[in-house]
Nanobody, 120 residues
Framework: QVRLVESGGGLVQAGGSLRLSCAAS????????MRWYRQAPGKQRDLVAH???????NYSDSVKGRFTISRDNSKNTAYLQMNSLKPEDTAVYYC??????????????WGQGTQVTVSS
């Protein structure tokens, strides 16, 4: 069993900042990629940011320059620093990881999501 716990969401005014966290626990040998997705009401779930185990990052064009993904491998935790937030950033944000479990099987897991609401 693997559990991803996201935190840090909330309500913020446009131009403000939030920092999301995603802590993974359970039967984990190692974590490879860690990602943040978001899903707005009535829309598909989209990839926002991606970070490899070595720290290489990629971002969607819509958040590039405003959001920063990072990770702490010692804590099996990913972060998403979100600055200059816009109303269109409003969505449920989900953490997703590629990992190897304690039986050495490659697996993928999702968190439960955290709501981010940006008011204009």
């Amino acid at each position: 069993q693997v559990r991803l716990v996201e935190s840090g969401g909330g309500l913020v005014q446009a131009g403000g900042s939030l920092r999301l966290s995603c802590a993974a626990s359970g039967s984990i040998f190692s974590i490879n990629a860690m990602r943040w997705y978001r899903q707005a009401p009535g829309k598909q779930r989209d990839l926002v940011a991606h970070i490899t185990r070595g720290g290489s990052t990629n971002y969607s064009d819509s958040v590039k320059g405003r959001f920063t993904i990072s990770r702490d491998n010692s804590k099996n935790t990913a972060y998403l620093q979100m600055n200059s937030l816009k109303p269109e950033d409003t969505a449920v944000y989900y953490c997703n990881i590629d990992f190897v479990d304690n039986y050495r099987y490659a697996r993928n897991s999702w968190g439960q999501g955290t709501q981010v609401t940006v008011s204009s």
